[in-house]
């Protein structure tokens, strides 16, 4: 069964700094493509970040120059480091992956979320 774990959220003043992690378990036989997504009530979820198998980045524009998406492969784990954070960055976070379990097809899979709060 495949699983994504997200870690590394919290509390944090504003302009300070946290990284999430997200790692991938189970049978794999390959993970594609990869994003971050935050969501706060009462609003849809919306990407944040993504990483294709070759390295290709995209940011959302609320983010650029902020945020950083990077995956370790051997640790089939993906990071956001997250610089100068503002209040409105307050959301929970999740992980998603485009994932090949060993004999199956391509499926996409979400983690369980991570808050991440921004005090002012």
């Known amino acids: 069964q495949v699983q994504l774990v997200e870690s590394g959220g919290g509390l944090v003043q504003a302009g300070g700094s946290l990284r999430l992690s997200c790692a991938a378990s189970g049978s794999i036989f390959s993970i594609g493509a990869m994003a971050w997504y935050r969501q706060v009530p009462g609003k849809q979820r919306e990407q944040v970040a993504s990483?294709?198998?070759?390295?290709?980045?995209n940011y959302a524009d609320s983010v650029k120059g902020r945020f950083t998406i990077s995956t370790d492969n051997a640790k089939r784990t993906m990071y956001l480091q997250m610089n100068s954070l503002k209040p409105e960055d307050t959301a929970v976070y999740y992980c998603?992956?485009?994932?090949?379990?060993?004999?199956?097809?391509?499926?996409?899979?979400w983690g369980q979320g991570t808050q991440v709060t921004v005090s002012s």
């Open positions: 998603n992956a485009d994932i090949a379990p060993g004999g199956a097809t391509w499926s996409n899979y």
């Open positions: 990483i294709t198998r070759n390295g290709r980045t």
